[in-house]
């Protein structure tokens, strides 16, 4: 596996599930990051990781919580789901640093709540 | 505090047609500017970016952007559309710190043959 990868690609569940979206990055990079993109709208940033610390939370509502166990793998926790936050979750990396970071994006995980 | 507009939601063109995707930025100190592919189904991958260097700055697939501090713009261009090139374009703006990326709506591109 190369770059940045995500699982599930698809996911389906009703309101009162549990699931977990996984993101692992292949690029020995340091800060992970959660994105939604609904239609219509910009992504919006969710959670930032550096160093496996939180750094960044956009005022996320708690039915989403981030998992970040090491540099390499993001976690995004998913109960109680409402069907406005059907969305592509995309989860990015980067290497922190002095100056300008590219941040690379995995091919994201579309997600229906129903 | 930053942020990027991009005129057009839709651009429609015809193959070998020129390209051209608009984006402007506000921002109160010189800014990072990146623009963004994002192929159905898929990620965002990085097309350019701009870290205040050459203003004229080349990316992957024949694409180029021009930074101009006047116009406050980052307008993105290609002289010849490839069927390709269809997918949906994201401009994007940092300032100071990386991960503070604020993103247009997004444009997407149609190349009709």
């Known amino acids: 596996e190369t770059g940045v990868t995500q699982t599930p690609r698809h996911l389906v569940m009703g309101m009162t599930n549990k699931k977990s979206l996984k993101c692992e990055q292949h690029?020995?990079?340091?800060?992970m990051y959660w994105y939604k993109q609904s239609a219509k709208k910009p992504l919006e940033l969710m959670f930032v990781?550096?160093?496996?610390?939180?750094?960044e939370n956009n005022s996320v509502p708690s039915r989403f919580s981030p998992e970040c166990p090491n540099s390499s793998h993001l976690f995004l926790h998913l109960h109680t789901l409402q069907p406005e936050d059907s969305a592509l979750y995309l989860c990015?990396?980067?290497?922190?640093?002095?100056?300008?970071?590219?941040?690379?994006f995995g091919p994201g995980t579309r997600l229906t709540v129903l | 505090a930053q942020s990027v507009t991009q005129l057009g939601s839709h651009v429609s063109v015809s193959e070998g047609a020129l390209v051209l995707l608009r984006c402007n930025y506000s921002?109160?100190?010189?800014?990072?500017l990146f623009w963004y592919v994002q192929y159905p189904n898929q990620g965002l991958q990085l097309l350019l970016k701009y870290t205040s260097a050459a203003t004229l700055v080349k990316g992957i697939n024949g694409f180029e952007a021009e930074f101009k501090k006047s116009e406050t713009s980052f307008h993105l261009t290609k002289p010849s559309a490839h069927m390709s090139d269809a997918a949906e374009y994201f401009c994007a703006v940092s300032v100071g710190s990386n991960y503070k990326l604020t993103f247009g709506k997004g444009t997407l591109l149609t190349v009709n043959p």
């Open positions: 921002s109160s100190v010189p800014p990072y």
């Open positions: 990781y550096s160093l496996e610390e939180r750094v």
């Open positions: 990015a990396s980067s290497q922190e640093r002095e100056g300008l970071d590219t941040q690379y």
């Open positions: 690029l020995g990079h340091n800060a």
